[in-house]
């Protein structure tokens, strides 16, 4: 399975980018998806997940700011991101839960709940 994030670039404080994470392979509808940002020197941190049934679950530093959202029939899902702040510089990962697996409010947040991840998309934004 290939998982190919795109969308980044360079934006002014309160500007808006829309990430798009493409994923190969069948099933799509039933595999939860997540997508985390690694600013340089820091840990690789949750951001936003949404579930096999569309639930939808933020970091707090994001929240009322991003949207994240999925597409089963294009195999596509979103990262929405308004409102942009120095803070949210980083690369950001797409990535994918094994089949047919749950999120919780806890389990969605934890990189281990992934299986698979994308190459990651460069987000900076600039004060």
């Known amino acids: 399975v290939q998982l190919q994030a795109s969308g980044g670039g360079l934006v002014q404080t309160g500007g808006s980018l829309r990430l798009s994470c493409e994923v190969s392979?069948?099933?799509?509808?039933?595999?939860?998806l997540g997508w985390f940002r690694q600013a340089p020197g820091r840990e690789r941190v949750f951001v936003a997940a949404v579930s096999i049934l569309g639930r939808t679950f933020y970091a707090d530093s994001v929240k009322g700011r991003f949207t994240v959202s999925r597409d089963n029939a294009n195999n596509m899902v979103y990262l929405q991101m308004n409102n942009l702040e120095p803070e949210d510089t980083a690369v950001y990962y797409c990535?994918?839960?094994?089949?047919?697996?749950?999120?919780?409010?806890?389990?969605?947040?934890?990189?281990?709940?992934?299986?698979?991840w994308g190459q990651g998309t460069q987000v900076t934004v600039s004060s």
């Open positions: 392979g069948r099933l799509f509808s039933k595999y939860a």
């Open positions: 990535a994918r839960t094994r089949f047919n697996i749950g999120i919780s409010e806890m389990t969605a947040r934890a990189m281990d709940t992934y299986y698979d």
